[in-house]
């Protein structure tokens, strides 16, 4: 991995909008089976008001991405962290995840949650390790065989800004 990682928001405006939308939409078919893939419902995610997404690019192409929303100011979702089979395990989500949750406190939201697979534990290690606890087990709820664990991080009285500073990775800050 490179010493600085350039993390982006993708926006409308942006003119590789079309090009980052077809590589995300590449990488989302290819991680997640059709009924978790955000594939069909992307563009309508990103229309949304309270919605981002944060991408990152290693040798011109699309390594990863995070889509995330805020519908208040109690709280953020994670809704998906992903990243290239050929970039995994070399600290490209935990730069991603890094720069949605600044984003997230940039926005003055007090808590970050998500869902994940408890079989999933590489995503699971990374989420421990920036602070997210396990709130509560959800059964059956990717499919009737698999479950998943509902986690949070507090962002007003954490430790959380000194785990993100103490990185050593640049953060979106816009």
């Not at 979702?77 to 949605?100: C, D, M, N, P, W």
């Not at 939201?109 to 396990?134: E, N, T, W």
Request: a positive charge; one cysteine or more.
């Amino acid at each position: 991995m490179s010493a600085a990682l350039d993390v982006e928001e993708l926006k409308r405006s942006s003119p590789d909008w079309a090009g980052v939308v077809a590589d995300i939409m590449k990488i989302e078919r290819r991680l997640f089976p059709k009924h978790e893939s955000l594939a069909r419902t992307f563009d309508e995610e990103l229309r949304k008001k309270n919605a981002g997404l944060l991408y990152l690019k290693v040798n011109g192409e699309v390594a990863g991405y995070v889509m995330f929303s805020w519908p208040s100011s109690l709280y953020a979702s994670i809704t998906k962290l992903a990243v290239k089979e050929s970039y995994q395990r070399q600290g490209y989500g935990e730069a991603l995840l890094r720069a949605a949750v600044q984003k997230c406190r940039t926005r003055n939201v007090h808590r970050v949650q998500l869902h994940v697979d408890p079989c999933r534990s590489p995503a699971l290690a990374l989420y421990m390790k920036l602070g997210f606890h396990i709130d509560s087990l959800i059964e059956r709820y990717y499919s009737s065989d698999r479950n998943a664990y509902r986690m949070y991080l507090n962002l007003e009285g954490s430790d959380l800004t000194s785990r993100i500073n103490g990185s050593g990775f640049p953060f979106y800050a816009n």
